[in-house]
């Protein structure tokens, strides 16, 4: 195993991370997973039988500090870096003319500046393998809703997927933005109700961040943006 491909996934220890793990896992990778609560983290590498090809590293992926140290832990560990992914992110579920400001500079923090953060920290080792960098967006990214604050983050990753990707091709790292319509997942858990209509499972996007890292040598997948049948928008 000391050959397999390694995979860093922030926010890992639940909703779309998690289930990107398992199926890293599943395919014979090696994971480690990120997040702030490390009782989540315990309790996912628990709930998986604590492999050793999984590692957990407690950390805000909005420090730049942790996301150094979630990093060399990982090579440390594993001795290469072939993938990460930008997954750790949440939503105040408010807008722009009605919301409360108190929550938005954690979420802009988290969303935004955590995968820049990501990309800096893991771009060395990333050049090594020829490896990707795959964020995660949201459909938000793409299409404008009221006052949604959320939704600018998400527009400020789809920016900064192809900024990144302009510059570090010129490496042989790729660079994949998977952007989910609504999915069920713990994002939805503050508002205390899913939204309406059929919603993407989390092994689902998980599913597509997996066909995106696995393309063969040379092919690099850009933008892949992924809607349950039925949503409009």
Excluded: C
Excluded at 60 to 72: C, L, N, P, R, T
Excluded at 218 to 228: C, L
């Amino acid at each position: 195993m000391k050959d397999s491909p390694v995979a860093l996934i922030t926010g890992g220890g639940s909703g779309i991370g998690a289930a990107v793990a398992r199926r890293l896992l599943d395919a014979g990778w090696r994971v480690a997973v990120t997040g702030r609560g490390a009782a989540r983290l315990h309790g996912f590498a628990a709930e998986l039988g604590e492999p050793a090809e999984l590692l957990t590293v407690p950390g805000d992926a909005a420090e730049y500090g942790d996301v150094q140290e979630a990093v060399a832990r990982t090579v440390k560990a594993f001795g290469r870096l072939d993938t990460v992914v930008a997954n750790a992110g949440f939503a105040t579920h408010d807008s722009v003319a009605q919301g409360d400001p108190a929550g938005w500079t954690q979420m802009v923090l988290t969303n935004v500046l955590g995968p820049a953060l990501l990309i800096r920290a893991s771009v060395d080792a990333l050049k090594e393998t020829g490896g990707r960098i795959v964020l995660i967006g949201s459909v938000a990214g793409f299409v404008n809703t009221p006052g949604n604050i959320y939704g600018a983050t998400k527009w400020a990753v789809t920016g900064l997927a192809e900024n990144a990707r302009r510059e570090v091709t010129e490496f042989g790292i790729g660079v994949t933005l998977v952007a989910p319509g609504r999915v069920e997942t713990p994002f939805w858990d503050a508002t205390g109700t899913l939204p309406p209509g059929r919603l993407l499972t989390a092994d689902q996007i998980a599913d597509s961040v997996v066909w995106a890292v696995r393309q063969p040598d040379g092919v690099d997948v850009n933008t892949v943006v992924v809607r349950p049948l039925g949503q409009p928008n």
